[in-house]
């Protein structure tokens, strides 16, 4: 098969996340057909596209490490390679590893086969020091974009090779590679997600729990209770003291803009609680004279009508604060903070980090959404509702 080894290089913001608004694909390298410029100073880069293009067609089997990412970058300018077959050395190492050590780098597998390892100069130089990709001085740049290149074309000729004696693994590696294909579709396509309704309900779920909290208050009546402290809960249930600060009159100002007026100094506080229920045997924490107050913990807890009283009001403050805090509000944040487009969510589907050999995925964790919100996503083939 005719293999095209290939990486890219990309403005940074975000790692370099494909779907922020704000990255741009600055280089595409391909192996013994060259370095290819695309958004690195102002020339059109349209006939570096089409001169990609036709490699990508040319060539039987494409390769990569992380491929993924580098299949995101060439997609999102246009590159079609929907028919070819895929190699990641990343995925692959994984596998020949027994799964054991989660998204292995280049230099780790470089290293292992006793290879060179990839120059340090444009991440060491250049991007700790916030300096972008597309301002790294060409020769640079490309010096170390050919580096990659060539390490990973080597790796792949290990990993052939040492598959050979092994074909059952071998037919098991190229079924990943293979669903590495379909997982970049799924990935690229993104998630429609009702993002101005998510930010609604999570204003109402704000105010619910502004009224629960308000409960809660007639079982401490502290105003710096903070009931998203595990220490306070802790105190709360299992009896202890609770240290605060208030601002007590300390005189006046003798000169001065605020001559006259009158001075405060902060003063130590405490109170104390008494037990409402008693620990679980194996739930103290390393803090001494503190137990954990996490929802299994809570469900299994036995006591008085008020301590049952106040664990349920817990319970289900935990509740609602998690699906406002990661979902109805933490969505839209993380659509937010990563630059992606309005009410799209890009996760991310991971082949290289559990031991079992599973998918699983992150930023967001799509496999374990509460049942609540799955009706804020909806089909890009229908209206939302």
């Known amino acids: 098969m005719k293999r095209l080894t290939l990486d890219v290089e990309t403005t940074t913001s975000n790692k370099g996340n494909p779907f922020d608004k704000n990255n741009k694909l600055v280089y595409v390298g391909l192996k013994g057909q060259g370095l290819y410029a695309i958004e690195y100073g102002d020339e059109p880069y349209g006939d570096q596209l089409e001169t990609i293009q036709k490699c990508v067609e040319d060539a039987d089997i494409l390769v990569g490490f992380n491929i993924k990412f580098d299949l995101h970058w060439l997609a999102k300018y246009g590159i079609k390679f929907k028919d070819k ?42 991007w700790k020091n916030g300096i972008d990709t597309q301002d790294i001085p060409r020769d640079i740049l490309e010096d170390y974009l050919q580096k990659d290149i060539d390490l990973t074309d080597l790796i792949y000729q290990k990993q052939v090779e040492e598959l050979q004696s092994n074909p059952v693994l071998s037919r098991l590696v190229s079924l990943h590679n293979q669903d590495l294909l379909g997982l970049q579709e799924m990935e690229f396509n993104g998630l429609l997600f009702n993002q101005e309704w998510s930010e609604t309900l999570g204003h109402e779920l704000e105010e619910q729990i502004a009224k629960i909290d308000q409960k809660l208050r007639t079982y401490h009546d502290l105003d710096g209770f903070n009931p998203n402290s595990n220490d306070h809960i802790s105190v709360l249930l299992y009896g202890g003291i609770i240290g605060y600060r208030v601002q007590i009159p300390d005189g006046t100002y003798k000169s001065g803009l605020k001559q006259g007026q ?92 559990a031991r079992t050999g599973r998918l699983s995925s992150s930023k967001p964790n799509l496999q374990n959404f509460d049942s609540e919100i799955k009706g804020l996503f909806y089909s890009r083939y229908k209206e939302a509702v």
């Open 262 to 353: 009158d001075k405060f100094k902060w003063d130590h506080r405490e109170k104390h609680y008494d037990q409402l229920v008693k620990p679980l045997k194996g739930t103290e924490l390393a803090k001494e004279g503190y137990y954990s107050t996490d929802e299994k913990t809570l469900k299994s807890l036995k006591g008085s009508k008020k301590a049952k009283e106040v664990i349920q009001i817990l319970l289900t403050r935990s509740e609602l604060n998690k699906r406002m805090t990661t979902y109805y509000q933490g969505l839209p944040k993380l659509i937010e903070e990563m630059n992606w487009e309005y009410g799209t969510i890009y996760g991310q589907l991971n082949q290289c980090v």
């Open 85 to 126: 077959r895929i190699w990641d050395c990343q995925l692959v190492h994984f596998i020949l590893q027994g799964q054991q050590n989660p998204y292995p780098s280049l230099n780790g597998v470089c290293e292992y086969y006793d290879l060179e390892t990839k120059l340090d100069v444009v991440s060491e130089e250049y």
